[in-house]
């Protein structure tokens, strides 16, 4: 009977190759074949002849060529057979580091490039490489300030890695780029198909971006092998995108440089690992001059590849062409906050509805007189008669219907607030005393502060975020209405007396929900003269109290329901958030004030660059440059220096940059 042991990595029988599958024969065959077609490999070399397993006899008992014993007596010895071993492969790393007719060869560019391939896969499938991170969001993880352990070191590893990658290829040294591809193989082996099957708990079969991960890392020795085996090249003369002066090359430097701190690192990089006799200044001196006569290079020869003729204007297509791109281009900069929120707002926002609404009023400084709370199933959306029955209410006010009619009907939600509060009073005795003080002295003012909080889920995320408002009305109570709290009453008795409220600023039904920030009146749709009635209500001891608020001008069929209009804003989808989070100043001075400074750098202070960068021929310049990187390989520094001096010297003078960067005749 055949056991299946799919989630079991460490499962011995797989572990040794033994274990039969649904399609073990064709694995097996192709492994078979890969074998066969390496022993031939070997059976090419002379001195792989000479390896035991290359040998046809070897499997042989009878073979005596493979044991190293004199007249074949039979008695594969301890000694010889680890000499046997030790021989071949010696042997296969002498061949590596002393092969004759070497060609050599560059392939770092595709070496980093596979490298870069498997930074961004760690970036966007970092939850592959963690136990418990399957359904971790590397976007929702960093905007929390956390960073995965993960991630953080598989980003590390792989930046060393690259870091060393570097540091070899700029010394040339093939014995430290072989032990590190030696080392590189085997750790990459054991993290991949031991410990990470261990962390994570699955396959490595069943891990996809492991196995792409992997896939590009075998794509990355292959090409570390050739290297080995041909060789590093002798000279490394500039950045290798520089070797050719067409549109490709130019667009891929351009990028190239665009990466923050890509263009310092390489440069500190090559500086620290190359034999010079520049300081680091000077280096980057050079460098710089190197970069700018490239693009320079780039320009003259596409205007030798398009010639304009001399008076004749600019073809039609050439000035629509472009400048109508860089129109484009700017109007869609200054206009895109306005149109980019505005869109979110009507076309892609969501209606993000309140799943709660709280409602508490505080008297100074004092524990809240009343607290309640309007859930789901009191908080009911309009209908289209609804959203008529409230323009009809307010269409001759032009300034609330310019407010109404920024919403749609299902946009706005009514929240329907017991007017009992959900919880007992608990102020103190002490406390009590002194508020009853307060109130009967008139000649002062107290404060009212009436607050609400919405609770909605953020971006529908699942996340939830709450909204608060208020306002601090001042309270002024009537001498004939002294408040129920301070009528004396026995056990067992109800208040029914009551407080006039009236508010100095008065609180309008209906409150405005924003995608963001503070939840605030809708000043708008401010109703006329509104007064509430307070009262205290006692159960069966004297010490239980809370606080009923009902509308004075409520009739008795509304009952003690407070009512209130909400108005959401639509918040922009998840995709949109990052954007939709700055707002509209936000976007201005984020987005269009930083891209129009950068802009404005191609339009201005152009007459303090013409000297360096208005050059007809520039060749003689890039000759130059391209000695200073020779002499420098070749080992001859002091020429290096006196080259280096005489760029120096060049762009000091400008009679003779004048001379240099002359039309060759």
């Not at 022993?39 to 090419?44: A, K, Y």
């Not at 995709?575 to 891209?595: P, R």
């Amino acid at each position: 009977m055949l056991v299946r042991n799919e989630g079991k990595p460490f499962f011995p029988p797989r572990i040794l190759g033994l274990e039969k599958t649904d399609r073990y024969i064709k694995y097996d065959l192709v492994q078979l074949l890969a074998l066969f077609f390496h022993r031939s490999l070997l059976l090419v070399s002379p001195r792989a002849r000479a390896l035991p397993w290359a040998s046809p006899g070897w499997d042989s008992p009878g073979a005596g060529g493979a044991s190293g014993g004199e007249g074949g007596s039979g008695e594969h010895p301890v000694g010889a057979w680890a000499q046997n071993m030790y021989r071949p492969v010696r042997g296969f790393f002498w061949d590596i580091l002393h092969t004759q007719h070497r060609a050599a060869t560059d392939v770092y560019a595709f070496m980093f490039l596979a490298d870069v391939v498997d930074f961004i896969i760690i970036i966007f499938g970092f939850w592959a490489f963690g136990k418990h991170s399957a359904a971790a969001d590397i976007t929702s993880s960093l905007s929390d300030d956390q960073v995965p352990e993960a991630f953080l070191v598989m980003l590390l590893i792989q930046f060393t890695t690259m870091v060393i990658d570097r540091a070899l290829y700029l010394r040339k040294t093939v014995l430290g780029k072989l032990i590190f591809q030696v080392i590189l193989v085997f750790s990459i082996h054991l993290w991949m198909f031991f410990i990470l099957p261990a962390v994570t708990e699955r396959l490595f079969s069943l891990n996809t971006v492991a196995q792409l991960w992997y896939f590009v890392k075998c794509i990355y020795f292959s090409l570390s092998a050739y290297q080995i085996r041909c060789g590093y090249p002798t000279r490394i003369l500039g950045n290798f995108l520089t070797k050719k002066y067409n549109h490709l090359n130019l667009f891929l430097f351009q990028g190239f440089r665009l990466v923050p701190f890509l263009v310092e690192l390489r440069a500190v990089m090559d500086w620290v690992w190359t034999d010079t006799t520049l300081s680091l200044s000077n280096w980057m001196c050079v460098e710089d001059i190197y970069a700018n006569i490239f693009i320079i290079k780039c320009s003259r020869e596409t205007e030798k590849k398009y010639p304009q003729p001399k008076g004749q204007k600019k073809k039609k297509i050439v000035k629509y062409g472009m400048g109508g791109l860089i129109i484009l281009f700017l109007v869609a900069i200054i206009w895109f906050p306005l149109l980019f929120m505005s869109l979110v707002r009507s076309v892609v926002g969501v209606v993000n509805h309140p799943i709660d609404v709280t409602v508490t009023l505080k008297l100074g400084g004092y524990e809240p007189l009343f607290t309640m709370s309007a859930q789901q199933q009191s908080i009911q959306p309009f209908t289209p008669q609804d959203y008529e029955a409230l323009t009809n209410q307010f269409e001759r006010q032009p300034v609330a219907m310019q407010f109404i009619t920024l919403y749609g009907y299902e946009d706005i939600v009514r929240a329907r607030i017991e007017g009992s509060s959900g919880s007992l009073w608990s102020i103190s005795p002490p406390s009590r005393e002194q508020m009853r003080r307060e109130l009967q002295n008139g000649s002062s003012d107290i404060t009212l502060r009436l607050t609400w909080t919405f609770q909605r889920y953020r971006r529908h995320g699942g996340e939830e975020e709450e909204e608060e408002g208020g306002g601090q009305p001042c309270l002024h109570p009537p001498p004939t209405h002294p408040p129920p709290l301070l009528c004396p009453q026995g056990p067992g008795q109800r208040g029914d007396g009551g407080a006039h409220l009236r508010q100095a600023h008065h609180q309008p039904a209906a409150r405005r929900a924003p995608a963001h920030g503070e939840a605030n009146p809708v000043k708008q749709l401010l109703p006329g003269e509104s007064h509430h009635r307070a009262g205290a209500g006692r159960g069966g001891d004297s010490f239980l109290e809370w606080w009923v608020i009902r509308l004075k001008e409520a009739t008795p069929s509304d009952g003690n329901i407070l009512p209130m209009i909400i108005f959401n804003d639509k918040v922009s989808p998840p995709s949109l958030g990052f954007l939709a989070g700055y707002g509209i100043m936000g976007l201005y001075v984020s987005i269009v004030l930083v891209i129009g400074k950068f802009v404005r750098g191609f339009f201005s202070e152009i007459s303090h660059s013409i000297m360096f960068e208005e050059l007809p021929c520039v060749d003689r310049i890039l000759k130059l440059c391209q000695d200073i990187f020779l002499v420098r390989e070749t080992g001859e520094l002091e020429l290096e220096e006196e080259l280096y001096a005489k760029l120096i010297f060049l762009y000091r003078s400008p009679e003779t940059m004048i001379k240099w960067t002359r039309e060759k005749e």
